[in-house]
T-cell receptor, first 111, second 121 residues
Framework: GDSVTQMEGPVTLSEEAFLTINCTYT??????LFWYVQYPGEGLQLLLK?????DKGSNKGFEATYRKETTSFHLEKGSVQVSDSAVYFC??????????FGKGNQVVVIP | GAVVSQHPSWVICKSGTSVKIECRSL??????MFWYRQFPKQSLMLMAT?????????EQGVEKDKFLINHASLTLSTLTVTSAHPEDSSFYIC?????????????????FGPGTRLTVL
């Protein structure tokens, strides 16, 4: 079945550092890909999405490019802020209209 | 964006009791709501899809009689964990789909609640 794999472990980095969170997927057909963010005490929010190969989703300084050849959708931000501290989930949706999530990565940005 | 609330945010109960969790869409009517379960350091796992006015569709391996879902109105779905046991302890998250948004990418139109932490003693 469809699945999403995120890199293991929390990510701790200093303010203004470059952030990368890896995400790869397994799916049949042409899924749509998403990054969700969950701030402390809040529900998941859609951060960005891409619906076809080579699309780049972007929002709030975050970017991710749909790479079909490597089945990846890595999340990047050039200069993180303390307010970016949250849990980030990679997800996909396919023909069955069900979201499949990765395990999530806790990101902690230190001032 | 649209707001989805859950109540309670956390609950502790004794083994054998039943617990009801509410999921409400506050500023839109949700014809479809979803219930997820999340174990520590694990993915969100879809438990069931709840459609207003009809029976819920459960994912494989989810016990229908244990996790009762009711979607009686366009703004409220409830999940009742019956005869709860310690292994049911988990983080339960709901989401609601706004049907007025574009249907091309359903994930973009699902709005998530903050989750409910259930601990069964």
């Amino acid at each position: 079945g469809d699945s999403v794999t995120q890199m293991e472990g929390p990510v701790t980095l200093s303010e203004e550092a470059f952030l990368t969170i890896n995400c790869t997927y397994t799916a049949t057909g042409y899924p749509s890909l998403f990054w969700y963010v969950q701030y402390p005490g809040e529900g998941l929010q859609l951060l960005l999405k891409a619906t076809k190969a080579d699309d780049k989703g972007s929002n709030k300084g975050f970017e991710a490019t749909y790479r079909k050849e490597t089945t990846s959708f890595h999340l990047e931000k050039g200069s993180v802020q303390v307010s970016d501290s949250a849990v980030y989930f990679c997800a996909l949706i396919n023909g069955n209209n069900r979201l499949a999530f990765g395990k999530g990565n806790q990101v902690v940005v230190i001032p | 964006g649209a707001v989805v609330s859950q109540h309670p945010s956390w609950v502790i109960c004794k083994s054998g009791t039943s617990v009801k969790i509410e999921c409400r869409s506050l500023d839109f009517q949700a014809t479809t709501m979803f219930w997820y379960r999340q174990f520590p350091k694990q993915s969100l796992m879809l438990m069931a899809t709840s459609n207003e006015g009809s029976k819920a569709t459960y994912e494989q391996g989810v016990e229908k009689d244990k996790f009762l879902i009711n979607h009686a109105s366009l703004t409220l779905s409830t999940l009742t964990v019956t005869s709860a046991h310690p292994e049911d302890s988990s983080f339960y998250i709901c989401s609601a789909r706004d049907p007025t948004r574009t249907a091309r990418t359903f994930g973009g139109t699902q709005y998530f609640g903050p989750g409910t932490r259930l601990t069964v003693l």
